[in-house]
């Protein structure tokens, strides 16, 4: 339950500005691999090893599509699999040095990529994107822990 009803039609406002500029930033990104695999190794970044089926789960694709994405992504070196040490029936996606690299190069592409444009708004503009900062961070926790629910 929200804490403030906003207005719908700021809501649907300020959610079309937020998906327009997520879209072109995606947009932006190197094409070297595809978004799922990118956003796989981004979920393995953030949450840590996961078994195959969270993963399939998380990021809305069947599990025989993650397990030939994991196939690809561990024959490029960037994840690997492990035992779980808690059940060894368990096999668990972790990520490498070199997955974990490429998480962080592609990420700050796009920092830097916001950097300049950022650089070309006026004062006024960029105060009120600073005041806006705690907002926005709660809106990507919102979305990461939205993202995380099982999917019904």
């Known amino acids: 339950m929200s804490r403030h009803d906003p207005d719908p039609g700021a809501s649907a406002a300020i959610g079309a500005a937020l998906y ?6 995606v947009r932006r990104l190197p094409r070297d691999m595809s978004l799922t695999s990118a956003a796989t190794l981004a979920t393995l970044e953030r949450t840590g090893p996961r078994r195959i089926t969270d993963l ?11 397990t030939t994405l994991v196939r690809v992504m561990e024959e490029s070196g960037l994840v690997e699999r492990r035992g779980d040490a808690s059940d060894k029936r368990v096999t668990l996606v972790c990520l490498t040095e070199a997955g974990a690299s490429y998480v962080r190069t592609r990420r700050q592409q796009g920092v830097h990529a916001f950097e300049r444009l950022i650089g070309e708004l006026t004062g006024d503009e960029v105060e009120a994107l600073v005041a806006a900062l705690p907002a926005l961070q709660h809106l990507a926790e919102l979305e990461s822990r939205d993202r995380e629910r099982p999917k019904q």
Do not use: F
């Open 20 to 25: 327009a500029l997520a879209i072109r930033a």
């Open 56 to 66: 399939a789960a998380v990021e809305g694709v069947t599990q025989p599509a993650m």
